[in-house]
């Protein structure tokens, strides 16, 4: 399909080794949401056009049945990240399977987190601008007390990305923000949480570097291509400006299994307030 409307990427194709299952499957909420479809209501409230959701194989009908219960069937399209390995080779080549499905401005998200209502809003409002953006968030809100994480801890120049470094094993010790390499970092430091505003446009770019990744590291079984490290490359290359747009402090995650109770709890305390218990079917 080819548009010049705005679109949802849900990036559902990771195995969840640390959350010991399919996380991006784990029921919420009073109808057993998937986490993802609360920013799939998001998106149908601030306009977007249509999901896309890229998962890994098998898991296809499981996605496809449970959008088919509120979603019209225009409305949304699963993409399976095909591979020759059991290891995904990362979220760029996750995303490069969107290439000929749409021509228009994409807000990319990982199926695992919750971002907030206006993370759509504003993308949606970004979009008509034709701009490209990052939406990121304040690091200190984003770590588990249940185990070190990966950020992309963000540099910022006149209001764009700069630059992007993935970081390693991030946690809260002795009151400090502190990493694998132990340099310690502000709460307040500003990360991306893999929300991306991109372009049409992008899609053959990542799509070619994506090719030239896999031809090189073809009997690799282990190493990923991602998706912050393939836009870092870019903005240094001058291929792509990225504006940086900062949301609110309510993002929350399921990296680990024991982060799903409060996940559970905050998604509950949202139902009824912001959520309908029942979603409205999207036509």
Not at 123 to 149: H, I, K, R, W
């Amino acid at each position: 399909m080819q548009t010049t409307e705005t679109a949802l990427v849900i990036l559902a194709g990771g195995l969840g080794s640390r959350f010991g299952g399919a996380k991006q499957i784990q029921p919420f909420g009073a109808e057993g949401h998937f986490l993802f479809e609360y920013a799939c209501y998001d998106a149908m409230q601030a306009g977007f056009k249509k999901v896309f959701v890229i998962v890994k194989s098998g898991m296809e009908p499981v996605v496809q049945a449970q959008l088919a219960r509120w979603m019209s069937a225009d409305r949304f399209e699963i993409l399976t990240q095909e591979q020759t390995r059991s290891k995904p080779w990362g979220t760029a080549h996750a995303l490069h399977f969107l290439y000929g499905k749409w021509s228009g401005s994409f807000l990319v998200l990982n199926a695992d987190d919750y971002y907030g209502p206006q993370i759509c809003q504003r993308a949606f409002q970004m979009a008509q601008d034709g701009v490209a953006a990052a939406l990121v968030y304040e690091l200190g809100p984003t770590l588990s007390p249940n185990g070190p994480v990966a950020r992309g801890l963000c540099q910022i120049h006149d209001g764009y990305l700069s630059s992007i470094e993935e970081v390693l094993k991030i946690q809260y010790k002795d009151g400090q923000i502190i990493d694998e390499q132990n340099r310690i970092w502000a709460p307040d430091h500003l990360i991306s949480m893999n929300a991306w505003l991109l372009p049409g446009s992008f899609l053959s770019l990542l799509r070619a570097t994506v090719k030239t990744f896999l031809e090189d590291n073809s009997d690799h079984e282990t190493i990923e291509i991602y998706l912050p490290k393939v836009l870092n490359e870019m903005v240094a290359g001058h291929q792509l400006r990225i504006k940086v747009a900062v949301m609110p402090a309510n993002w929350f995650g399921i990296t680990y299994a024991a982060d799903l109770d409060v996940a559970q709890q905050k998604i509950a305390a949202l139902e009824g307030q912001h959520y309908p218990l029942q979603f409205p079917t999207w036509i």
